[in-house]
C-alpha cells in the first residue's frame, strides 16, 4: 500500500509512545514476527481509544465497537528487545466509520504503519456510531496538529467477489479454535484473523514447496497484510479456510483467503508475500519452476 511521506515521521502523530516487545514476539526468523506486530499495532488503537472515548466503549453490549477491517505494511525488520517508539493519528470519520492510523519505529526507522478502521455492530452487523463517541472523535480530530502535506485519507477495504463456500477455494484446510480466540466482547478477535492468515499462507507454501522449502536459496517475506470482517461472532469449533493464489509477480506473490463457519464467509485477507535470498536478506526474482507450481492455485474467475 502506498502512504504519504508523514506517515513514516514519528513526529507527525498526535499520541506518541513506547511499546516494549516480547520474547515471545520472536519467530523463526529470529525477528519479530508479523502477527505479534499486528497484535501491537492493535493494542495501540486499544490505548488511543482508552484515552479518546474512555474506558467503556469495548464493554457496550449494544452497540459495540469493533473494528471492520485493518491494513498492515511491515517495512522493516524488527528486533527483541530493543524498544518500539509509536505513533497513532485519526485519520478520518466517514459514514458512521472512522480509520486511526498507527506506527512503529525501532532505532529511528519506521518498520510498520497499520490503519484500521472502526464503526459500531449491533447484532452482526454494521450500525449508527453513538452521538457521544461522534462528538469526541470530532473533537479528536479537531485537537490534532496540522501537516505540512496533503491531508491524509483513509484506504477503502477491499470487497472484490470471493468464491462463496470453501469448497470452491483451490485449496482448504482446517483449524481447530482456541480459548483464546474470543476476545472481551464475546467475538473472535482481530489476532486470531491475523493468526489464521497466518496459518494458512504458511500450510500452503508448505504444501506447494515441501517441508525443505525453508532451506531453499530463496523464500518469502510477508510485505503487507489486509484483514476484514462480514460478520462478528463467537469462534466455531474448527474454521474453514478458503486459500488461493491471486497474483504471481516476477518478485512477489499475492495470497488470498477466507474463514468461513459452515458455508458463511465470516473474514478474509489479503497477503503480499516479498521474495527474498535467504542468504543476503535481500530481495530476489522468483524462480520459473516456483511460478509454474503457483499458478495451478491461481483464484477462480468470478
Aim: glycine share 8%.
Amino acid at each position: 500500500m502506498k502512504h504519504e511521506a508523514w506517515r513514516r515521521d514519528l513526529a507527525a502523530y498526535a499520541q506518541q509512545g513506547t511499546l516494549q516487545p516480547r520474547f515471545t514476539d520472536v519467530d523463526l526468523w529470529q525477528h519479530l514476527n508479523n502477527v505479534a506486530q499486528i497484535g501491537l499495532h492493535g493494542e495501540l488503537l486499544q490505548q488511543w481509544l482508552h484515552s479518546h472515548l474512555g474506558p467503556e466503549p469495548w464493554r457496550h453490549a449494544a452497540p459495540q465497537l469493533l473494528v471492520q477491517g485493518n491494513a498492515t505494511d511491515f517495512l522493516a525488520e524488527a528486533h527483541y528487545p530493543a524498544p518500539l517508539a509509536t505513533g497513532v493519528r485519526l485519520l478520518a470519520i466517514a459514514g458512521g466509520q472512522f480509520t486511526l492510523g498507527t506506527a512503529l519505529f525501532q532505532n529511528g526507522q519506521c518498520t510498520g504503519l497499520h490503519q484500521a478502521t472502526l464503526g459500531a455492530w449491533q447484532d452482526d452487523a454494521p450500525a449508527p456510531l453513538p452521538e457521544a463517541w461522534h462528538t469526541r472523535l470530532q473533537a479528536a480530530l479537531a485537537a490534532q496538529p496540522p501537516l505540512q502535506a496533503d491531508g491524509p485519507g483513509a484506504a477503502p477495504l477491499a470487497n472484490a467477489p470471493l468464491p462463496p463456500h470453501p469448497d470452491h477455494w483451490p485449496w482448504q484446510i482446517s483449524l481447530a479454535s482456541r480459548f483464546a480466540d474470543t476476545d472481551g466482547q464475546g467475538h473472535t478477535s482481530d489476532l486470531t484473523l491475523a493468526r489464521c492468515a497466518e496459518q494458512g499462507r504458511v500450510q500452503f507454501l508448505t504444501r506447494v514447496f515441501g517441508s525443505g522449502r525453508h532451506s531453499a536459496p530463496v523464500g518469502f517475506m510477508v510485505a503487507h497484510v489486509a484483514l476484514r470482517w462480514h460478520h462478528r461472532r463467537r469462534p466455531p469449533v474448527a474454521w474453514q479456510l478458503g486459500i488461493a493464489v491471486q497474483r504471481v509477480g516476477e518478485r512477489s506473490l499475492a495470497v488470498r483467503s477466507a474463514l468461513f463457519d459452515g458455508g458463511l464467509c465470516v473474514a478474509e485477507s489479503n497477503s503480499v508475500m516479498v521474495v527474498i535470498d535467504h542468504a543476503t536478506r535481500r530481495p530476489a526474482a522468483l524462480p520459473e519452476g516456483a511460478r509454474a507450481q503457483l499458478a495451478t492455485y491461481l483464484l477462480p474467475a468470478a
